[in-house]
């Protein structure tokens, strides 16, 4: 095997993943998952509440959006891959047969900006940059 190329593929992988659950009564949705999961919160940010495990869990964070409306035919559940470089990321998952639904740039906001994109299936996910330890945004 090419080791330059594995080593090329394990850089741009994912740094973390996050999961991020649709719900119109944000705070109902995120007491249940706290207790249901034995999670803490962690913070409120605009229309995101994170859950995250007891310090040294390795669970995976989970992230409440608060929506309008659960959108039908949206997937409610769905998956946000945290990496270092999400331009370099969307092109390789853009190379597996994704593609990008749309982009979103909340930086004027103190948010973030990530790409939605479809998996070749039809999944909808979001590539952004990795979350630091005092990064509240998205």
């Not at 080791?3 to 999961?19: K, L, P, V």
């Not at 034995?38 to 390795?58: I, K, N």
């Not at 039908?72 to 370099?88: F, I, N, S, W, Y």
Request: glycine content about 10%.
């Amino acid at each position: 095997t090419n080791s330059g190329n594995c080593m090329s593929r394990a850089a741009s992988m994912t740094s973390s993943i996050e999961i991020v659950v649709d719900a119109v009564d944000a705070d109902a949705a995120a007491g249940f998952w706290k207790e249901a999961l034995g999670y803490e919160r962690l913070f409120e940010r605009g229309a995101y509440t994170a859950l995250g495990p007891p310090e040294g869990d390795p669970r995976p964070r989970l992230l409440i959006q608060r929506v309008d409306v659960v959108t039908p035919g949206k997937t409610a559940v769905h998956l946000d891959l945290r990496v270092e470089d999400p331009d370099a990321e969307v092109a390789r998952l853009e190379g597996l047969g994704a593609r990008v639904a749309w982009r979103v740039d909340e930086t004027d906001r103190g948010g973030t900006r990530w790409t939605t994109m479809a998996a070749p299936h039809g999944t909808l996910f979001c590539v952004l940059p990795v979350r630091r330890e005092d990064d509240g945004a998205k």
